[in-house]
């Protein structure tokens, strides 16, 4: 009969993230006039450490946030990059992707301590309205993402990129 004890893992107040998986969903619907369209829905999952627990925004939390900085901040930064004759290049979409973990807080209550887990952030692609993506042409375009996230104490976590997909199989 052994009896041991699991002390809290020792993690950076810097979130860490590392790259767990994507996927796409594609669905078709009905427009208001019947015109059936569809869409690329993909999801990236990244796995993620914090060592004080601070992931996550109330709207409490980013309203001050916001009168601490002046400005609104993206607490997940999303990037696309299309690949261009074997190489992959940055888009710059005229809607950035990626947005906010606001309206709840990974753990509840200001005690600090570890926590660990995985965050799934989807974005989707129409069919008929890739251009406002610079370099997607709607037809089989492979890409990829980069995702970073920031804490309560805007603390950015390292970067990660996810593995390439194809968009707009058709």
Same mark, same amino acid.
């Given at each position: 009969? $052994?009896?041991?004890? $699991?002390?809290? *893992?020792? =993690?950076?107040?810097? *979130? ?7 996927? /796409? !969903?594609? @669905?078709? +619907?009905?427009? !208001?006039?019947?015109? %059936? ?5 993909? %999801?990236?999952? $990244? ?14 939390? =980013? ?11 993206? @607490?997940?930064?999303?990037? !696309?990059? %299309? ?9 710059? *979409?005229?809607?950035? !992707? ?28 129409? =069919? ?17 993402? +980069?995702?970073? /996230?920031?804490? &309560? ?5 390292? %970067?990660?990129?996810?593995?390439? /997909?194809?968009? =707009?199989? &058709?």
């Amino acid at each position: 009969f $052994v009896l041991s004890c $699991v002390g809290e *893992p020792d =993690y950076s107040f810097t *979130p860490e993230i590392g790259f767990n998986s994507i996927r /796409i !969903i594609t @669905t078709s +619907s009905p427009d !208001i006039l019947g015109n %059936v369209s569809k869409r690329d829905s993909v %999801v990236i999952s $990244v796995d993620f450490k914090d060592g004080d627990g601070d992931l996550g925004f109330s709207e409490e939390d =980013y309203k001050a946030l916001i009168k601490r900085t002046g400005d609104s901040v993206r @607490t997940i930064d999303v990037n !696309i990059f %299309v690949a261009k004759n074997g190489k992959f290049v940055k888009s710059n *979409p005229s809607e950035k !992707i990626g947005g906010n973990l606001k309206g709840f807080r990974f753990k509840q209550g200001s005690k600090v301590g570890a926590i660990e887990g995985v965050i799934d952030y989807s974005t989707s692609f129409g =069919y008929t309205n890739f251009n406002k993506i610079p370099g997607l042409t709607g037809k089989s375009d492979t890409v990829k993402f +980069s995702v970073q /996230i920031i804490d &309560r104490a805007l603390n950015k976590s390292n %970067v990660t990129e996810s593995s390439s /997909i194809v968009l =707009y199989k &058709r």
